[in-house]
């Protein structure tokens, strides 16, 4: 069956006359520019290569994929239809469905993606060496992260904003679409309560950084109220009065930090729980305009800004790579910051940074929501997943220009190195990375730490990282612990926005699967529907929050590797779903977009779940690490880093909950893939028989851009209905 004849097979693509000769030349250089990147970083043994390469390859890389691939897809495999009304136009509500900006749009889909995992993931990866790692976060983003977020965008936003998991239940069928719901709202609880687990540890006992994130959450109501009512449409001006709020609100969390009220914003982690999960509650429940949308666009200036700055430091700086390209543990497996070898470790522990089933959730939640036309769908699914890609490489090079040794000490548990300057040198340099207890110590103290050791996370290492290269740019080393601390407070505000996007996304997911059962509850404005879910969702990520934060072994260290699994699975259910609405939609000959990168990702991660399941190494095995454990309580022994019997009954009660959660994801995607395939089959075979669940077409009466910057033609058609010079997109009905 082929795609309903509707304008859309020929509107909204841009013309495509021959090339200018000047636009093949700079194409041609900013490949050249990549190319020289990837061949030093490749080629170079035994010497220390800068870093501002890996920015080279990965900017000319990014730039050749979107200008080309994602253009490809958007002309050729979509077929984008700027005549076509978004949910976002023919639903507005003001409440989930509202017609945004955007940039502004740009801003929230990419704070609302970008979480812990570009920030951790590539920091913990950097274990196997800085290649590795490389290559899958620039070569996994252009062929699938980025397509993923754009297919299903678009997919999405042709009907009515419906969520993965409903998609999958309208298009699979009943069988591998309940498989497909369950497993998608199930991982969604885990993957919220991990990224609430990394702002957790970075906020606790950190006056400067609660005082800081808990004054974005006025900042950002003002300038809702400012953009909805008091100003409406006046992008550029609220942006520079929230951005000058934000930057108040930095240096006064510094201020705050050295006053009386210290002790009032230094929060243990138990009640930075609590707080988080009543945030969680009311940014769900809240009007999208009034505190997510723009809070998120708030974040974003911070976020795209010191990832900007950062990779201009780099350029700066020039800092060199001082972690070897591939390192021992690759091959070895035994690595102490994770246990596992490369393949397919350090494709699980990377995520966000290439692939993510995350975005999937955001993409199918409230970005097709606040949409305004579909042609923007390539800039926001897609730019905005390259944009999160080079945060990833950018936390790739925090972890390898500090010294290895210390890059190990900080990540490596206590349990390995010991807790002392004396242990940690003396097994890290026994691992090939030699330093000395007078060199952690001066490292703490250059950033005004007691200790460094066992900073588990990731986030600390970037911290430090950041810390290097913008002090080598601005203040030197007298500025090193204002940098460290306020990376520190960076990283928090950088995940805390995925949280609240994601909950609301998990709201959604939740009424749609209840919906199917009570009509009432997939009624987006049902006032009890909105709260039962809201307190459903965040009652279930509170509760893995509350676990991981008392959890013996480290709730990062226990989480993060089913975090990466459950994310890549999910990315496996959002790329099926994909590839068979593509078959089903007569686009038969396109498939291959999202199938290879479906087939790859399920190589991957279906033999980590294998391992973690199955390995009889209790470093990598979830069941047997409760077996090794439940034997010490049966022989009374205290097994480290337990230090009584309560704990090591947790720690039995948690890998036996993560062994059965890892199986149970893994048996509910074979379901959805199987059933996916059977479905591509039947309508390969019989595509009389298709039915899709499209929305009827209906047109847009809105003008807006396409892209960041408006193209001659788009600012002709804004002036034709009297948006000229203004920012606010405008109706051909704005004429009357």
């Known amino acids: 069956m082929t795609e309903p004849a509707t304008p859309s097979t020929s509107r909204g693509a841009p013309g495509r006359g021959s090339p200018s000769p000047k636009a093949i030349a700079g194409w041609t250089a900013v490949a050249l520019v990549g190319a020289v990147g990837w061949a030093v970083l490749a080629l170079s043994r035994g010497e220390e290569v800068s870093a501002a390469w890996m920015v080279a390859a990965a900017l000319g890389s990014y730039a050749i994929g979107y200008r080309f691939y994602s253009r490809f ?36 889909h990419f704070a609302a993606v970008a979480g812990a995992g570009p920030l951790v993931g590539p920091v ?88 800081s994130i808990a004054m974005t959450i006025p900042i950002a109501l003002f300038m809702g109220v400012y953009l909805r009512v008091l100003r409406p449409g006046r992008v550029t001006e609220v942006s520079l009065v929230g951005v000058s709020l934000l930057l108040l609100a930095i240096v ?4 705050v930090a050295e006053s009386s009220w210290a002790d009032f914003f230094t929060l243990e982690p138990g009640t930075l729980v609590i707080w988080m999960v009543v945030y969680g509650f009311f940014a769900s429940v809240l009007p999208v305009w009034m505190l997510l949308a723009p809070r998120d666009y708030l974040s974003t200036f911070m976020k795209v800004g010191t990832i900007v700055l950062l990779a201009l430091g780099v350029v700066i700086a020039l800092p060199t790579l001082k972690m070897p390209a591939v390192t021992d543990f690759a091959s070895r497996g035994d690595g102490p910051v994770f246990a596992g070898s490369l393949f397919p470790f350090v494709f699980i522990t990377i995520a966000c940074g290439a692939l993510s089933g995350f975005h999937a959730l955001v993409s199918s939640g ?39 040794g210390l890059f190990f000490a900080v990540n490596s548990p206590s349990g390995a190195i010991g807790t002392t300057v004396q242990s940690a040198a003396e097994t890290v340099s026994g691992w090939g990375f030699a330093i000395s207890p007078e060199q952690l110590t001066a490292a703490a103290a250059a950033v005004e730490e007691e200790s460094l050791l066992s900073r588990t996370g990731g986030a600390p290492t970037f911290a430090l990282g950041m810390s290097e290269i913008f002090s080598a740019v601005i203040g030197g080393a007298a500025l090193k612990a204002f940098w460290y601390h306020f990376a520190i407070m960076f990283e928090a505000l950088f995940i805390l926005t995925t949280v609240d996007a994601g909950t609301r996304v ?103 779940s294998w391992q973690k399941i199955f390995s009889s190494d209790p470093r990598v095995g979830f069941f047997e690490q409760r077996s090794v454990y439940q034997d010490g309580i049966e022989a009374g022994e205290i097994i480290a880093p337990a230090t009584n019997m309560d704990e090591m009954r947790t720690i039995v009660t948690n890998s036996t909950v993560d062994g059965v959660l890892a199986a149970l994801f893994a048996l509910l995607i ?21 039915k899709l669940h499209e929305a009827p077409y209906e047109r847009s009466t809105l003008v807006a851009p396409a892209g960041l910057f408006p193209t001659k033609e788009e600012k002709a058609e804004l002036a034709a209905v009297g948006a000229a010079g203004t920012e606010e997109p405008a109706t051909s009905r704005d004429r009357s």
């Open 124 to 211: 913990l990866a950097a274990q196997m060496g800085y290649l590795p790692g490389t290559i899958w976060i620039i070569v996994g983003v252009i062929f699938a992260g980025a397509v993923q977020d754009m297919v299903t965008l678009f997919f999405s936003t042709r009907r009515n904003g419906r969520s993965l998991g409903q998609m999958a239940r309208d298009e699979i069928g009943p069988f591998g679409g309940v498989a497909a719901l369950v497993a998608v709202f199930a991982i969604m609880i885990i993957l919220l309560a991990v990224l609430a687990l990394v702002i957790v540890n970075a906020l606790a006992h950190s006056p400067w950084g609660v005082f």
């Open 73 to 108: 897809i958007a002309h050729r495999v979509l077929r984008l239809d700027k005549t076509r009304a978004t949910p976002a136009e023919r639903l507005d509500n003001g409440v989930d469905f509202h017609p945004t900006d955007r940039r502004v749009l740009f801003g929230h």
């Open 366 to 404: 409230t970005t097709p929501k606040m949409i305004q036309k579909e042609t923007q769908v390539r800039m926001v699914g897609y730019g905005a997943m390259l944009t999160e890609s080079f945060v990833a490489i950018m936390a790739m090079i925090t972890a390898c220009i500090i010294d290895p």
């Open 506 to 608: 998990g709201r959604f997911m939740l009424q749609d699967t209840l919906g199917n059962v009570y009509k009432p509850f997939r009624q987006v404005s049902w006032k009890p529907g909105v709260w039962i879910t809201s307190a459903l969702v965040v009652g279930g990520w509170g509760y893995f929050l509350w676990v991981g934060v008392h959890d013996p072994l480290g709730g990062i260290n226990q989480l993060f590797p089913l975090f990466g699994i459950a994310n890549q699975l999910l990315a496996a259910v959002a790329l099926a779903v994909c590839t068979t609405l593509l078959v089903k939609s007569g686009r038969l000959k396109w498939a291959w977009v999202t199938g290879v990168p479906l087939i790859w990702d399920v190589a991957v991660t279906l033999t980590a």
């Open 670 to 690: 074979i379901i959805v893939i199987l059933d996916a395939g059977r479905v591509c089959f039947k309508a390969i075979r019989a595509p009389e028989t298709v």
């Open 252 to 255: 006064a969390g510094g201020w």
